[in-house]
């Protein structure tokens, strides 16, 4: 159960990595903590441009069955259910981000690392049809709400989203072991540190992209099309500050 402080120092942990939320800079953390072969993935588990292990839930299941034996901590940008195809009991970690900044980072991001794309304004990236439903439309509703059977491309399946998405994955978002927002990654980084007693040493900044103007129109479009997103962060800022109190109070 989440904020449980009986969770054995051995425990294997999973960190949900929904993209552009800080999860590289914990990637790098964790990589301090427990060291490269002990994190998934590593340069043994393909590369990250062509094979995915990053994104492929086959590539993960079949690196687990090689390296099950060393591995620490999954990461990647893997939905919650991915835990219940690799027959372990994981302590599990995420970050949330709220979803029109973490949309425009992620275009962004796309923009920046994708030559062809680059002179593209961010509003024609979005409308690309295959980022928009792969990466972008209530990603992180999908994250949490996918069932195995469900998911048929791991974090890229296409769904037709429903409220009965959000219910689950609000209920699922509830039972992340350390849940943090990636505004407050920092505190989110300390806890981790206090609960687990590891040494994440210093800040670490990566794939950051500077801001860049737009227009309210598209941020009121991009909160409007993912509007599950807008609520279940909602959803996930009254756990943290529920769980901040808890912590408190003890």
């Not at 094979?51 to 069955?65: E, F, K, N, T």
């Not at 990647?76 to 994981?90: I, Y």
């Not at 991001?109 to 439903?133: Q, V």
């Amino acid at each position: 159960m989440p904020d449980n402080d009986e969770i054995d120092a051995g425990s294997r942990f999973f960190f949900v990595h929904v993209q552009k939320t800080a999860g590289t800079a914990l990637f790098t953390r964790l990589k301090r903590q427990f060291g490269t072969s002990a994190v998934y993935p590593n340069g043994d588990d393909g590369d990250v441009l062509t094979v995915l292990p990053q994104l492929s839930v086959d590539v993960l299941r079949d690196r687990w069955g090689v390296r099950r034996d060393e591995i620490r901590v999954v990461t990647g940008h893997f939905p919650l259910c991915t835990t219940e195809l690799l027959g372990e009991r994981f302590t599990t970690l995420t970050v949330v981000r709220e979803p029109v900044e973490r949309t425009l980072s992620y275009l962004r991001h796309h923009r920046m690392l994708t030559p062809e794309d680059g002179d593209k304004p961010l509003e024609a990236i979005y409308e690309d049809d295959f980022r928009y439903h792969a990466l972008i439309h209530n990603h992180m509703v999908k994250m949490f709400s996918l069932t195995p059977g469900e998911m048929t491309d791991g974090a890229l399946t296409s769904v037709e989203f429903t409220s009965a998405h959000l219910d689950r994955a609000k209920q699922q978002l509830a039972t992340v072991d350390v849940l943090g927002l990636q505004e407050d990654f920092e505190e989110f980084c300390a806890t981790l540190q206090q609960r687990f007693g590891w040494n994440l040493g210093a800040a670490v900044h990566a794939n950051r992209t500077e801001p860049v103007a737009v227009s309210s129109s598209f941020r009121d479009r991009i909160a409007r099309d993912n509007s599950l997103d807008v609520e279940l962060y909602a959803h996930a800022e009254r756990l943290c500050e529920q769980r901040r109190s808890a912590r408190v109070s003890t």
